[in-house]
Structure formats: C-alpha cells, structure tokens
C-alpha cells in the first residue's frame, strides 16, 4: 500500500494569502486615515508625494526611492492621496524620523 500525494497538496493556497495580504494593505490605509496618526509612510513617485507634503500642514522627515516619510497635520493623509499616493500607511515606530 502506499500514499500517493497529490500536486494540489503542495501548493501554497493563493487565494488565501491574497486575501490575508489584501485586508492588512486595506487596513493599514483605513487606520492612517480614520486614526490620524502623528507621522504616516506613504508608497508612490517621491516627487509628487514630497510636494502633496509641502502643500498640506505636515512636514518632511525621510525620502526614498518609492516612500516618504510625514509628520502629519489634519488634512495631510488626504493630500497624499490626492498627489498619488498609492498607500499611506501610519507609520508604527515612536522614532520616526529621529537620527
């Protein structure tokens, strides 16, 4: 006798680890919006990102190739997403932005 395994055990379940991805990215956006956190990570083009900061009431703490860094004023998060933003995450370290 013995135990054949099928291919369809092996595989990673997809759909499911889309899903668990989908809902932490969709929650993370939904905090830095309904929490309204001191500083937020927000993904996307730096040029734009930087200058939706400049326009909005926060300020700049880092830049990267695809993030930026902001302290946080009300209406920040929203200007974010309107200059492109492709997520605006809370950002979840007390030290953000301090050497």
Known sequence: MTIESTPASRKLPLAG???VV????SGMA???TAVR???VV???S???LIEAVTRSDG???DAGRFFVAARTGPSTVRTLYAGGAWFVWPA???ECGRP
């Open 92 to 94: 979840l370290a007390r």
């Open 17 to 19: 680890l889309f899903a």
């Open 37 to 39: 956190p001191d500083a």
């Open 59 to 61: 300020s700049l703490l």
């Open 46 to 48: 730096p040029a734009r």
């Open 22 to 25: 989908s809902i932490w990215f």
């Open 30 to 32: 939904i905090a830095a």
């Open 42 to 44: 927000a993904f996307g």
